[in-house]
């Protein structure tokens, strides 16, 4: 079946640092690709979505692009703040099931000053 | 901001007792879903709800588990009887309709079986 692998964490990194959180997939068809994050004390919430090749997600200053060829949704950000410090879930969506989400393990980020 | 809110947030209970988890969805939304993740594991789709019934599971839920829309606004998950392995995080999501993977989700309940 479809899966999704991320990098293993914690990624610990200086505030104002450049991020890139790896995330590969695994799926026939076409999925559409997704980042979650969850902040302390809180539920996921969706950070950007992809739903087809080379379409780029974004928001809050992170981006990811959909890379069919290499089968990677890698999450990038030029400058971190410590704001940023949570969880985060690569996911994706199988063709035909629109919202049945198949995620990674998830990968902690901890921003210090 | 509308959110998915669950209780309780952490349950402790001895192997082969009933537990049920409790969600309230965001009011306006459809579609319904239970999520669990085992400690260092995947975030696993285990069901969603739509009409009244269950339109998808996984294989994980089987006869043990249920899930019900009692009155109108709670979505809950009844374990019949509990398997250490049943340790787990449970999230509740939600989802106005079936929008591409674009699901709200509450902060969780900590299922500890002993």
């Known amino acids: 079946g479809d899966s999704v692998t991320q990098m293993e964490g914690p990624v610990t990194l200086s505030e104002e640092a450049f991020l890139t959180i790896n995330c590969t997939y695994t799926a026939t068809g076409y999925p559409s690709l997704f980042w979650y994050v969850q902040y302390p004390g809180e539920g996921l919430q969706l950070l950007l979505k992809a739903t087809k090749a080379d379409d780029k997600g974004s928001n809050k200053g992170f981006e990811a692009t959909y890379r069919k060829e290499t089968t990677s949704f890698h999450l990038e950000k030029g400058s971190v703040q410590v704001s940023d410090s949570a969880v985060y879930f690569c996911a994706l969506t199988e063709t035909g099931t629109a919202s049945k989400l198949t995620f990674g393990t998830g990968t902690r980020l901890q921003v210090t000053l | 901001e509308p959110e998915v809110t669950q209780t309780p947030s952490h349950q402790v209970t001895q192997m082969g007792q009933e537990v049920i988890l409790r969600c309230v969805p965001i009011s306006n939304h459809l579609y319904f879903y239970w999520y669990r993740q085992i400690l260092g594991q995947k975030v696993e789709f285990l069901v969603s709800f739509y009409n009244n019934e269950i339109s998808e599971k996984s294989e994980i839920f089987d006869d043990q588990f249920s899930v019900e829309r009692p009155d109108g606004s709670n979505f809950t998950l009844k374990i019949r009887s509990t398997k250490l392995e049943d340790s787990a995080m449970y999230f509740c999501?939600?989802?106005?309709?079936?929008?591409?993977?674009?699901?709200?989700f509450g902060e969780g309940s900590r299922l500890t079986v002993l």
């Open positions: 999501a939600s989802s106005r309709d079936f929008s591409h993977g674009e699901l709200f």
